[in-house]
């Protein structure tokens, strides 16, 4: 079987869709990549996760419209339910992640990259969500976490016109983070991994948690939440840690406990 879905290892693991010409996303893919997901998010060692795809064209152009047909009015068959599994499984790791976009990230491509914490993406990149165009609607949790990313208003425009943006126009939405040179974009993210990664481990976690929880929870509880947080991030070594390094002028070693 071929590998749609590469993982390099590491503090700052990389996951790569590696399906030519343009990553697109069929029942196989989704297999490996909710292999490869499961894998990652069960080992200790990693930091941080980069998300791109292999060929430079695309990080990925959503579904695989070629499966559609087999798909027709079997809407909870295997294939789609095992598509939102997965990315709920990116959606929810335990560590940050960065989707880096070189070219076009489409329909299920983009609601991929909607499930990392961070969107890099180049010049030359274009993101939509084109699935009217088809006749479908986004099914990989585009329609609830856009808006939730940048507004009811303009994720209308992007899913109801179907209309691909530019870079520029993502970064001024806040659809991604940053935008760089065409060719840079992995490079961009691997640097920001790093960062990311040299926090403290169960800091990152526990506020990457409370920040998701943030956009479904009403204020009070999750005052509340974050209020539990601090108290499990208060009663760990990295806290003890962290102090003396700052006192003692000298960067953090976290260990994660
Ligand atoms: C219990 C109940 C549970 C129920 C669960 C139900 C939930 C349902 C979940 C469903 C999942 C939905 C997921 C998602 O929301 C849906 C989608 O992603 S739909 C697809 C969206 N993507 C697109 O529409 C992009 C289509 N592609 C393009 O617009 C262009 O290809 C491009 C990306 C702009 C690039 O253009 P070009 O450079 O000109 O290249 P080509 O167009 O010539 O393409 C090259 C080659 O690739 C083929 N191809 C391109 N995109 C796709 C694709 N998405 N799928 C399949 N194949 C694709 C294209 O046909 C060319 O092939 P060739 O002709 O060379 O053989």
Request: glycine share 10%; hydrophobic share 45%.
């Amino acid at each position: 079987m071929t590998d749609l879905v590469r993982v390099v290892p590491g503090p700052c693991t990389e996951i790569v869709l590696d399906n030519p010409p343009l990553n697109v996303v069929s029942r196989e893919l989704t297999r490996q990549l909710r292999a490869a997901l499961h894998t990652v998010a069960r080992d200790p060692e990693v930091r941080a996760v980069v998300v791109h795809g292999a060929g430079g064209k695309a990080f990925c152009a959503g579904s695989d419209i070629a499966e559609f047909h087999d798909l027709h009015g079997r809407v909870a068959e295997d294939k789609l339910l095992l598509e939102r599994l997965v990315y709920r499984q990116l959606a929810t790791l335990p560590v940050p992640t960065v989707a880096a976009i070189e070219g076009h990230a489409l329909g299920g491509g983009l609601e991929l990259a909607l499930c990392c914490d961070f969107r890099i993406a180049t010049r030359r990149s274009k993101l939509g969500m084109p699935e009217l165009k088809l006749g479908v609607t986004p099914g990989s949790g585009g329609t609830q976490r856009l808006p939730r990313i940048i507004g009811l208003a303009r994720a209308k425009e992007m899913i109801l016109l179907g209309e691909p943006i530019d870079a520029a126009h993502a970064l001024a939405i806040g659809l991604v983070t940053r935008v760089v040179d065409p060719g840079q974009a992995v490079d961009a993210a691997r640097e920001m991994a790093e960062t990311l990664a040299s926090r403290g481990p169960v800091a990152m976690r526990v506020a990457k948690h409370l920040l998701d929880l943030s956009t479904e929870t009403a204020l009070e509880d999750g005052l509340a939440h974050e209020l539990d947080g601090s108290e499990t991030v208060f009663a760990t070594d990295d806290m003890l840690e962290g102090a003396a390094a700052f006192l003692a002028k000298r960067p953090a070693r976290f260990t994660g406990r």
